[in-house]
């Protein structure tokens, strides 16, 4: 196989030669900065990896929620990154490829891709919803960390888009490429990166790729995949990684990877999918086929652990919810939304309305905005009396399974054919 990349320079300089990706980089990159820049919308679910947006309040309605460009693309189900400067989102191309791109976050323009050889089909049942590049990636202010379908993990200078290094795990590990493809969306945390990949829970250097510990080890099946994505939390003074697996929610040790407890949780043929939430101790959990659930992290020092606190027949699947003023806000399975105390367990209201298979939720205070899979984008009230619809908006005729990306009043989605850019003026 015959891969390379290039950079180029304005029009007098160009360097190629052969590696594992294929780079191109536009004369945008002599104005762009991003080395070290802060990211803005860095990873799953945000700055804190919460759906929590900070900055000013946002408005009331959807009225001066006015298009700035969109860029044509082939499908995706990964979320876009925001940073000061640029727009990173992944693509898949022909059955063949995986492709990623940055452009410009003022403008829409390509400032460079980067692109492998990675497709891979999954079960014939989830093949109506595609079969395309599904975890978001993560970015540092240097370097951008992707999850290619067939259990790759490659880490990318956000500069240049040349490839740093790539972790193959299904060669290293010698374990089978999940069925749903590498899904969960990496997470960093200083010097290391945590995935699901390899049928563990691994932790890798950031700088090198090297792995430095795997836990949660399975055997590994054809039709496996980790769907939800890792969370650092601190409770009583101790930091663990929230962890939910196929069958159950863990507690890990970031430092040595040793498993402080586990809990299992009932899911359909392993369909546990969203993101764990926590506030406080109280962890909010829900499994496709299963139930609405709160575990109370053991506060104690030295007696790791879970209790339950209660248990709700609501039923969640794919969307991870918010939590705002003790609230969970959680798109069911059936396309309704609901509101329960994450104290009590407590239904505090349910629409009548159905809405699409799928939401992607944030939260910028007492307001939510959610984006969902049919195209369209609901303003509402985050409140515990009603469900308050402020305003809903079209913004797209294809559909939008990536979660929403918002930085101020700069929102960027993905599409399944294309990126698009909004600014709430």
């Known amino acids: 196989m015959k891969v390379f990349y290039q950079i180029s320079w304005g029009r007098g300089f160009s360097w190629a030669r052969?590696?594992?990706?294929?780079?191109?980089?536009?004369?945008?990159?002599?104005?762009?900065?991003g080395g070290g820049a802060r990211a803005e919308w860095p990873q799953w679910r945000g700055p804190e990896r919460t759906g929590e947006v900070k900055g000013a309040p946002w408005p009331g309605d959807l009225a001066k929620l006015e298009a700035a460009w969109e860029v044509p693309l082939g499908p995706s189900y990964s979320g876009p990154i925001i940073s000061k400067r640029l727009v990173f989102t992944t693509e898949s191309v022909d059955k063949r490829l995986e492709r990623v791109h940055a452009v410009d976050r003022a403008t829409g323009k390509s400032v460079w891709t980067a692109e492998w050889e990675g497709h891979q089909g999954v079960p014939f049942f989830a093949a109506r919803n595609g079969d395309w590049i599904r975890s978001t990636p993560a970015w540092d202010g240097k370097d951008?960390?992707?999850?290619?379908?067939?259990?790759v993990l490659v880490s990318l200078d956000g500069a240049t888009g040349k490839e740093n290094w790539r972790v193959d795990f299904v060669a290293q590990f010698k374990k089978p490429?999940?069925?749903?493809?590498?899904?969960?969306?990496?997470?960093?945390?200083?010097e290391f990166i945590y995935v699901q990949a390899g049928a563990a829970l691994c932790k890798l250097e950031k700088a090198s790729g090297k792995v430095v510990w795997r836990a949660l080890e399975e055997k590994g099946a054809a039709m496996d995949s980790a769907f939800s994505s890792p969370f650092l939390t601190t409770v009583n003074g101790q930091r663990q990684l929230l962890v939910q697996t196929r069958e159950k929610l863990c507690g890990v040790d970031p430092s040595t990877g040793t498993v402080l407890w586990s809990q299992?949780?009932?899911?359909?043929?392993?369909?546990?999918?969203?993101?764990?939430?926590?506030?406080?101790n109280r962890i909010f959990t829900t499994a496709y086929q299963g139930l609405s659930q709160g575990w109370d992290l053991s506060t104690s020092a030295g007696s790791p652990g879970v209790a339950l606190a209660w248990e709700e027949k609501a039923e969640g699947y794919m969307s991870t919810p918010v939590v705002v003023g003790g609230k969970v806000f959680l798109h069911l399975r059936n396309k309704k939304f609901t509101c329960l105390d994450l104290a009590t367990g407590k239904e505090a209201w349910t629409t009548e309305r159905?809405?699409?298979?799928y939401w992607s939720l944030v939260n910028q205070g007492d307001k939510l905005l959610a984006l969902d899979q049919n195209g369209s984008l609901y303003l509402i009230q985050a409140d515990s009396a009603a469900f308050k619809l402020l305003a809903e908006k079209k913004i797209s005729e294809s559909e939008t399974w990536a979660h929403v990306a918002v930085d101020g009043d700069f929102i960027a989605i993905r599409a399944l054919d294309k990126l698009l850019a909004f600014r709430w003026r």
């Open 144 to 151: 951008l960390f992707v999850a290619g379908m067939r259990d």
């Open 177 to 190: 490429a999940p069925g749903f493809g590498f899904v969960c969306s990496p997470l960093l945390d200083g």
């Open 264 to 280: 299992v949780i009932k899911a359909f043929r392993g369909m546990n999918i969203q993101t764990p939430v926590i506030q406080g």
């Open 354 to 357: 159905k809405f699409g298979e």
């Open 18 to 33: 052969g590696c594992g990706v294929s780079v191109r980089v536009a004369a945008l990159f002599l104005g762009w900065s």
